[in-house]
């Protein structure tokens, strides 16, 4: 492994895991200091935020192995003090990408008093280290410039990719609504939320806020996305946070990261 990255000041170099496998990631970046559950804190001073990473996952482990290889060293170059939580479905059915996302932020809370929240899709990467993941004074899209979208903003109120929230703002809007099952729509309902309680969408730079995507297969989409887009108004305030159903089926503390494997079948039925 190219040890440099750390290095780099803008362009951040892809690190590629020589194996696809979790134990040999942990071994490569064996040279950082872990704590529990693959927390990171700064040596030599205290941080001033506590920091959780958020990623919804299921049966993506070459990406898995990429995004950590890659963010470790991505996010202890920044000083914080932050966990990465793997929400993984259960089950075997549509993938509630939304509502895993509202289960780590519940359960992460559980285990530390974070003060804000980077919900992370598996599939980017960071292509700029001045891409500072600090907690925003209002919500933050971060994932501006994908470079399989050619590095520009597909449409102007696209809060989806990665996005950072201060633990108040996502209470403030319910979180994400639990009723997106398949691909599509939620991250476009969360943008309503957020402008319908008073915030503001914020953004780096696109020179700054670009993003690597990584090779993945396309999700089946939710046929009744655009139907729940335009009815999610009615229900900000009962969809979300406020009931949510799951069973966490594991909780480990493992090298790199927290893992809660959390079925949601109670919900959908």
């Not at 946070?241 to 809660?260: G, H, I, M, S, W």
Request: overall charge positive.
């Amino acid at each position: 492994m190219n040890r440099d990255v750390l290095y780099f000041y803008g362009t951040v170099r892809l690190l590629v895991p020589s194996q696809e496998t979790l134990e040999e990631v942990a071994q490569e970046l064996s040279w950082l200091r872990f704590l529990e559950g693959g927390r990171q804190m700064p040596l030599d001073c205290q941080a001033k935020y506590k920091i959780a990473i958020i990623v919804p996952y299921r049966n993506r482990l070459a990406n898995l192995c990429s995004f950590l290889l890659n963010m470790h060293p991505f996010l202890t170059k920044q000083q914080l003090d932050y966990t990465i939580f793997i929400i993984e479905q259960f089950d075997d059915g549509l993938f509630n990408r939304a509502m895993l996302m509202n289960v780590g932020f519940t359960e992460a809370l559980k285990l530390h008093d974070f003060d804000c929240f980077f919900f992370h899709d598996v599939d980017l990467i960071p292509e700029n280290d001045r891409n500072i993941y600090s907690c925003p004074d209002q919500p933050r899209h971060m994932s501006v410039a994908i470079d399989k979208f050619n590095y520009r903003l597909p449409y102007v109120d696209l809060f989806g990719g990665v996005i950072g929230m201060s633990r108040k703002h996502f209470q403030l809007v319910n979180g994400f609504s639990n009723m997106f099952w398949g691909w599509g729509g939620e991250d476009d309902d969360m943008a309503s939320r957020v402008k319908a309680h008073d915030l503001n969408i914020t953004r780096y730079h696109p020179d700054v806020a670009r993003y690597h995507m990584l090779t993945h297969a396309q999700q089946k989409a939710n046929p009744k996305r655009y139907e729940k887009l335009y009815s999610g108004r009615k229900r900000f305030k009962t969809d979300g946070l406020n009931n949510l159903e799951y069973r966490v089926k594991a909780l480990k503390q493992l090298p790199l990261f927290t893992y809660l494997l959390v079925d949601l079948t109670s919900r959908r039925s």
